[in-house]
């Protein structure tokens, strides 16, 4: 099983960015897809998660209204939409499968990617 996250990178304040998590080797329809971030010096923490039947999602209080999670299950791809972006976004983010409903604790998380790294400068 791989999940293989990208679209990171460097922008602006009020900016954008479009992550992207693709998974191999696994029924990706039957997993709950997740995204964690991890700035310099602090823990992981929960940032958005969308249910494998694309009818619910979750978001953490501080990204909510900025940023959307979405999937393509015929892709096999999960995306993190972040838009207005602020310098506390920055962070190396992170997806992650769930096979249960549980979605805002890590250990819920069968499966990581290498996490792909935002920066937001101000």
């Known amino acids: 099983v791989q999940l293989q996250a990208s679209g990171g990178g460097l922008v602006q304040a009020g900016g954008s960015l479009r992550l992207s998590c693709v998974a191999s080797?696994?029924?990706?329809?039957?997993?709950?897809m997740g995204w964690f971030r991890q700035a310099p010096g602090k823990e992981r923490e929960f940032v958005a998660a969308?249910?494998?039947?694309?009818?619910?999602?979750y978001y953490q209080g501080s990204v909510k209204g900025r940023f959307t999670v979405s999937r393509d299950d015929a892709k096999n791809t999960a995306y993190l939409q972040m838009n207005s972006l602020k310098p506390e976004d920055t962070a190396v983010y992170y997806c992650?499968?769930?096979?249960?409903?549980?979605?805002?604790?890590?250990?819920?998380?069968?499966?990581w990617g290498q996490g792909t790294l935002v920066t937001v400068s101000s």
């Open positions: 969308i249910t494998w039947n694309n009818i619910n999602t």
């Open positions: 992650g499968a769930s096979p249960t409903k549980n979605y805002f604790r890590q250990s819920f998380y069968k499966y």
């Open positions: 080797g696994l029924t990706f329809s039957n997993y709950l």
